[in-house]
């Protein structure tokens, strides 16, 4: 299966609420990147989390990286209806030639 | 200053007939991809270029699929005798390339194929 896994697939939150994405993959990584996309088209880089870093920040954007459980959290604090795109975890794994993108997550912010 | 560019934004064809597809890197950016995404799928890699390096062509899913890139800059995928499972949006990203994989990626706005 992929390398990194996005949970859950779908998620429909209102406007202000938190959201939580999931991201698990199987081999020891670099350092794991978060991208969002609107409408299918191109993606944009929202973050960047090295292997030896557990927390980082940016905005409204936190992210976790449990290397030990190989998985990664994406949490958008008080979402806007703006946010409503899929979101997808790309992980750079030690040895590896590429990077390798989940199958994405997709994120629905109602007003 | 400009990002990725891509063109055509939308391409429909007929089963059977080649298509190119163009991509602008940003400036300065040595290393460039390919990505090819089914609908509501996740991205799945097509071809890396790096420098003057060989390109890793590993995820061109059949000998129909080509791409190159010319002077380090502008890269044309080429996929002749289409067939309908090519259908999918083909996205194109570059980076700086320094630092290989860890780069941050820069994605055009793809484009739309469509095999009839």
């Known amino acids: 299966s992929q390398q990194g896994e996005e949970d859950p697939q779908a998620l429909s939150i209102q406007e202000g609420e938190n959201a939580t994405m999931n991201c698990s993959y199987k081999t020891s990584i670099n350092n794991l990147q978060w991208y969002r996309q609107n409408s299918g088209r191109g993606l944009v880089h929202l973050i960047l989390i090295r292997s030896n870093e557990r927390e980082k920040h940016s905005g409204r954007l936190r992210v976790t990286l449990d290397t030990s459980k190989k998985s990664s959290s994406l949490l958008i604090t008080a979402s806007r209806a703006a946010d409503t795109a899929s979101y997808f975890c790309?992980?750079?794994?030690?040895?590896?030639?590429?990077?390798?993108f989940g199958e994405g997550t997709q994120l629905t912010v109602n007003p | 200053g400009a990002g990725v560019s891509q063109s055509p934004s939308n391409k429909v064809t007929e089963k059977g007939k080649d298509v190119e597809l163009r991509c602008d890197p940003i400036s300065g950016h040595t290393a460039l991809y390919w990505y090819r995404q089914s609908l509501g799928q996740g991205l799945e890699f097509l071809i890396y270029f790096q420098g003057n390096s060989a390109p890793d062509k590993s995820g061109l899913p059949s000998d129909r699929f080509s791409a190159e890139r010319t002077g380090g800059s502008v890269s044309t995928l080429t996929i002749q005798r289409t067939q309908q499972e090519d259908s999918a949006v083909y996205l194109c990203?570059?980076?700086?390339?320094?630092?290989?994989?860890?780069?941050?990626?820069?994605f055009g706005p793809g484009t739309r194929l469509t095999v009839l």
């Open positions: 790309a992980t750079d794994a030690i040895g590896g030639s590429r990077l390798t």
């Open positions: 990203a570059s980076s700086l390339g320094a630092r290989g994989h860890t780069d941050t990626q820069y």
